[in-house]
């Protein structure tokens, strides 16, 4: 009875989402909640590491829009300085912010996946709105995030680095 709210993808962090197959299922823009999807609650800024894995994932070919049901403040001072557009106060699951990032950023529903680590509210806008939907775990709920930070850029350099290996050989 609940398979209406079930994502169509699972993942245990941002880092684990495969973006080469959605870019290759044609979704080609990605709306990310912030709190407990991107960082904890309480840090007000991303670290640098995390600023290049935008930067990477941008780099492929991604429309990148923050989705938040946080303040003008919080969302705001995170996203100051960086080239992204960003709906606060989204008021998920309800379809005003969702409409309103769709109009920002000029793109069809069916080119577009709601990424976050809310059911009810994440998960359920993007349901509503038919788009792809992928459920991340909170990352508050992990001690180290900022390795997983780490590591993620890591590995985004090193398959960079394994594919140019491979057209060299
Ligand atoms: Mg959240």
Do not use: W
């Not at 209406?4 to 990605?30: M, R």
């Not at 407990?36 to 290049?52: A, W």
């Not at 829009?65 to 001072?77: F, P, T, W």
């Not at 792809?132 to 090193?158: A, C, H, M, Q």
């Amino acid at each position: 009875m609940f398979n209406y709210l079930y994502p169509d993808l699972y993942v245990s962090s941002v880092f684990e989402i495969p973006y080469a197959k959605l870019l290759s299922s044609n979704i080609n823009t990605l709306l990310f909640d912030v709190d407990n999807t991107l960082l904890p609650h309480f840090v007000p800024r991303f670290e640098d590491g995390f600023i290049s894995f935008l930067a990477e994932i941008s780099a492929m070919g991604f429309k990148i829009c923050i989705l938040s049901n946080g303040s003008k403040k919080r969302v705001e001072l995170l996203m100051e300085n960086l080239p992204y557009k960003y709906v606060y106060r989204a008021c998920k699951p309800l379809l005003f912010g969702i409409n309103k990032a769709f109009s920002v950023l000029d793109t069809a529903s069916g080119n577009c996946a709601v990424i976050g680590d809310q059911i009810f509210t994440d998960i359920l806008v993007g349901k509503r709105k038919k788009v792809y939907t992928i459920l991340v775990e909170p990352v508050s709920k992990k001690d180290e995030f900022i390795v997983k930070i780490k590591r993620g850029v890591e590995n985004l350099i090193i398959n960079e680095y394994k594919k140019s290996r491979s057209n060299i050989n």
